[in-house]
C-alpha cells in the first residue's frame, strides 16, 4: 500500500470576519479527523496563511508547501474544502489538473468529499471546476463589498491599514484609529530636526545606529509584532538611509491620513497599480500629528536642496543648498578662492556662457540673510502688535468696500462670457463659424465662466472672514512669535522661516518667507 506524506493547508480570510466553522483550530481538526480514518497517510506538515486572499496563490506558507512538493517531501495535500485551498477558478484547475497530476500529489478537501486520487480513476473531475468557480464568484463578490466598506472607513478618517507606520500604534479601545507610540514618536522628531540642522539621509542613519536606536522593523519586533519585510536583510535591521527618507516624506505625521493609493488586482497582485493623487482618500486631523505642518514643509524644502558636504566636514553650514541664483536659478555652492570663501553660481565656474555668474563671500551673505530674517521677524510682530491695540474698524470696512467691488466686476465679467456663450448658436445657425469652431469656444468661455464664479465664491469668504474677525487671528504668525528678540539663527530655524533665497549679480539679496503671501494681505489691508 503507497504511503501518503501529507500537508495540512489551513488558511483564513483577507479583511472579513470569518465564519467560526473556518477557524484555524476548527480547520486542523478536521483534518486531523480524516487523517485517522487511514492507516497509509502520515501528517508531516501543517501550512498556515492567516489574513490572505484565496484569489491567488500568493501566499507565504502556500509557497513554502509548494517548495516541499518539489522537494519531494509531500505528496499529499489535505484541506478543510476547496474554498481553502482556492477561490480562483483558473487557478484552481490548473493546479490540481495539471500541476498535481504531473507531480502525482494527492488532494483531498475533506468536507466537500473531494479525493483526486479517486476522481483521477472514476474520471468525475468535473465537480472541482464548478465548486471553484461557485467559490470565485462569492469571494469576487466579498471583496467588492469589503471594499466598499474600507473606502467608508478612509473617508471618516480610520485607518485601515494592517500595520501601523513607526511612530503610531493602534488605539486599544479603537483599531482603526492611531495613537501616538511615544518612544518611536521622540525618534521621529530627532530625524526631523536633524534633516532641517543639515544632516543626510546617510548620516542621520549612522547616528540612529550609534546610539543603538532600534530600526522601525526591530522596534515592532520588541513591540510584540511578528511582521517581517520583503527587504529586511538582517536578524537584528539596522538603520539605512531608505526609511529615513520614507519618514520625512511621509505626512502621516502630521495628523494627515493619506490612503488608498493603489487599486490591486485580487486575481493578480503584480498588477496592483497606484492611483493619482486625486483620487486618494486624504483626511487631515484624523490622529495626533507628531510633527507641525510648518515643519514637515520645511523638510520638504530641504529635500529639494543640494547640500552635501565634503566626508571631512563635521557640519553643514549656515546656507549650504539653500541660496539661489536669480538669473539661472542654480543652486550657489560654497567653495574657497584664495584666503576667502565664497557662494558662487557653479555655472560661473563651469563657464557655460548660460548665466552671467553671480557670486558673494560667504561671510557677507550670512550676515545679510541673518539681517533680514530678523527684520521679517519684527515686521511680523509689529502687526499682530497693531492688530491686538489698534482700532481698525475703518480699515476693514474699506477693505470690505473694496472686495464688494470686486464681487460687482467679476459679476459684470461673468455676464459678458455668459452673453458670448448664448450667442455661438446664431453664429453656427448663420453659417459664421463651424460648429467644431463653436465647441471649442463653448469650451474656453465655459472654463472662464467657471474661473470667475470660483474667484466670487473666494471673495465672499474673504469677506467672511474680515466680517468675522478671524482674518485678524494671524495664526500664521505662530510661527515666527518664538523668534522675537533673537538675533543669531541656525541653520533649522532659516529652513523653517524661509522659502526661498536669491543672490543677484549686483550682490542683492532676496528673501521670500513662510506666509508671505499672508502678510502681505494683512499689511496692505491695514496701512
Known sequence: MKRWNAAAYLR????????????????????????????????????????????????????????????????????????????????????????????????IAVQDDVDMLYLWQNQQDFFIPIRTLINQAYSMDLSKKISSQLKVKRERGEYTGSNPVYGYKRNSLNRHQLVVDEPAATVIRDIFRWRLEGMSADRIAGRLNQLGIPSPAEHKRRSGSNCTYAFQKNDVPLWYPGPVIRILKNRIYTGTLEQGKTKS???????????????????????????????????????????????????????????RCADCQNTLTRQPVGKYTYYRCSLEKEGTGNCAGCRMPAEKLEVAVQQKVREHIEQVVSLCSMIAT????????????????????????????QFLISSLEPNTADGMIT????????????????????????????????????????????L?????????????????????????????VELHFVHDQEFEYIRRMLE
Open 12 to 107: 483564513t480570510s483577507k479583511g472579513v470576519q470569518e465564519d467560526p466553522s473556518n477557524t484555524i483550530h476548527t480547520q486542523l481538526s478536521i483534518i486531523m479527523d480524516h487523517i485517522s480514518q487511514y492507516e497509509n497517510i502520515e501528517l508531516c506538515s501543517i501550512k498556515v496563511d492567516n489574513g490572505r486572499t484565496g484569489l491567488n496563490f500568493d501566499r507565504p506558507a502556500y509557497q513554502e508547501m509548494m517548495r516541499e512538493i518539489e522537494a519531494g517531501k509531500i505528496n499529499c495535500v489535505i484541506v478543510k474544502d476547496l474554498s481553502r485551498f482556492s477561490r480562483n477558478y483558473l487557478d484552481a484547475g490548473d493546479m490540481l489538473f495539471r500541476e498535481f497530476s504531473k507531480k502525482n500529489v494527492r488532494f
Open 265 to 323: 488586482n485580487p486575481f493578480y497582485p503584480k498588477l496592483t497599480k497606484r492611483l493619482p493623487q486625486d483620487e486618494w482618500s486624504i483626511k487631515e486631523k484624523a490622529h495626533e500629528a507628531i510633527i507641525s505642518d510648518e515643519c514637515f514643509r520645511a523638510v520638504e524644502r530641504v529635500l529639494k536642496t543640494d547640500s552635501r558636504i565634503s566626508p571631512s566636514a563635521k557640519k553643514t553650514y549656515l546656507l549650504s543648498g539653500l541660496v
Open 390 to 417: 489698534e482700532n481698525l474698524e475703518d480699515k476693514l470696512h474699506r477693505q470690505i468696500l473694496r472686495l464688494q467691488a470686486q464681487i460687482e466686476a467679476t459679476e459684470q465679467a461673468a455676464a459678458r462670457q
Open 435 to 478: 460648429s467644431e469652431e463653436a465647441d471649442e469656444l463653448r469650451r474656453s468661455f465655459q472654463n472662464e465662466l467657471n474661473t470667475l464664479r470660483q474667484r466670487k465664491q473666494e471673495i465672499r469668504e474673504e469677506i467672511q472672514k474680515i466680517e468675522d474677525r478671524t482674518i485678524l487671528e494671524c495664526e500664521w504668525a505662530k
Open 480 to 508: 515666527f512669535a518664538p523668534y522675537a528678540g533673537q538675533t543669531g539663527f541656525l541653520r533649522k530655524d532659516v529652513a523653517m522661516l524661509v522659502e526661498s533665497i536669491f543672490l543677484h549679480r549686483d550682490k542683492r
